[in-house]
DNA sequence: CTGAAAGCGCTAACAC
DNA sequence: GTGTTAGCGCTTTCAG
């Protein structure tokens, strides 16, 4: 019943029970030159009545071609880590795959490029989200000449045009901004460690604007890989200096829930003592209680403007002139609205 | 300065340089065979020095293993549908891909098994995540040999064991029990149009439960393709009803919060006139106005146990005698507490 | 319209 | 400890 010992239909099989050659069984599935109806017929039926299905690697091999496009995820606490860490991890691959399922292509997660102990992957070309400054991985598989199409720019990289980005400045100054109109007088960042667009072309943005309005920048480190516990020890003693500020922007969504609790547990009020915005929107954001206003990253098309330029590029699209720029959106909530409005 | 046009770097460049036969090399990278020291050295740096990385189908189509797992999620209404539906995809793909990424195995989701416009996939065995009854996918893969591990059996094949199932039975007839012990006077259930072991088992236990306790059963069918609108249609005239049932039970999240959403219109109290559970856990239900209780499946243990199952399958375990058995969790949310408790 | 045969890059006998 | 060689199953010239 179960055909664990039966040896794998080949080509020849189908070939010899039509009575053809393997080359015109070859052709009959591609199509790739004209086949008598009689011929093609007994292929197909032999096929059939064989269960014959292609082998895979023996076609790649061939043709130097897999169909399959590859996808690694940069940040190194996108796994174990935290409810938002999982979340955003979740989304953004969920919307790669709907997007690859969508479009028939094969999409294949990316093991673990550098562990040769790991079998590398047979793939046409690979999405690289969210690499670090000069990043590594995304060097590497330039360097073997793998057609890349990055999410988010590596930072170091500016001439790399295969990617889709986020406009930073535009949502991150709006969102300062509107702190500013909702009675902010100091705004603090809690930024976090890793090295990447993200972090970078938001502080850039933050200091930029502080600059611009001679508001004293303040910036903590929060790092992403903190648990919940660490990051509070690093934001209570914040809370309670006297010099506390009254607009906080947090990095991560849990990490700004947790602030929302800390504050509310210390007796402010949110968002009229001190007001909270953070980085990242999942659940922790939008059911915090109040509701924290957010940047949400916008994975979804993040991920299909991605898929789509991997296919183009594929296709032979020449190097475009610029990055795809994505707005990410910003969500306001109570947490910042001071005034009805 | 992009190697588009450089030929690829294959064992026999390798050899070459290191002034050895290709056999040499391969048994130097697979520690297949001892190889003196300064052989061995001068072969790694001639592969580091040409950037040498060997092809995943040659090296497959010799071996007749990938090394990689593939990923065939069956709901159809997983991909483009509702709120729901995409967390649900997300969290699962998102829970095998990090099971997978942590074990370093590489993960493919497969495009389209029977559209033969599709390439296929080299993969060493199958995951298929709820299946259908005589899932025919399944019952594809099953006749050309590939391994396959199931996420939910196939209602129809009690015989495959190589599954990961949930024990509905005990938590169903817990949220039931849960649901008299909170005065339900008539439960009515809103059950899914999909033929799996989610809406089979549930609406089985359903319907012992109520044979069990003289209680009338009341089944209504509320597909999961249907948009939020065409639900509420549905739903709406079951509250309006004379005979309206005091406790529902609704298949999917979002679904669940729109009851609660269309008994507040009408100004039915939850859960005091009206109490509401879902049989699918997600943001939908955990920020309804009142939380909805609800069955949670648990998809983090249910992809780790799969993948876990599928490798050990793959080192050569024997067919077990049983599926292995995962309790989804219940969640009970103010949606369907009267009393305080 | 069809067949013969080379060879994609690698592994694993089998030799020495 | 190392080399030679036969394929894995397929696509694709090149001949007819």
Redesign the pocket.
Known sequence: MNGSTAR?V???DVAERAQ?????V??A??G?????Q??RDRIFRAAAELGYD??PS??S???GRSGIIGLILRPRFALCGTPDRAETFNRLVGSVATEMLRRKVGLIHVPDLNDPSVSSVPMDGCIVAHPYGADEVLAELLRRGVPVVTIEEDPERPEFTWTVRLDYTTVVTALLDHLRDQGAGSVALLTGSEDNAWNRRTRETYLAWCERHGHAARVELLSEGLSVDDAAATIRPLLASPERPDAVVVDTSDFAAITAEIATTRGLRVPEDLMIASLTDTEHSRSAVPPITAMDLNHERLAENAVELMLSRLAGLETPPEAVVIAPALRVRPSTQRSAG
Do not use: D, E, G
């Open positions: 794998r080949t080509i020849r053809v050659s393997i080359s015109t070859s052709h599935f591609s790739s030159r004209p086949i008598s009689a011929t292609p082998n023996a076609r091999l061939r043709t």
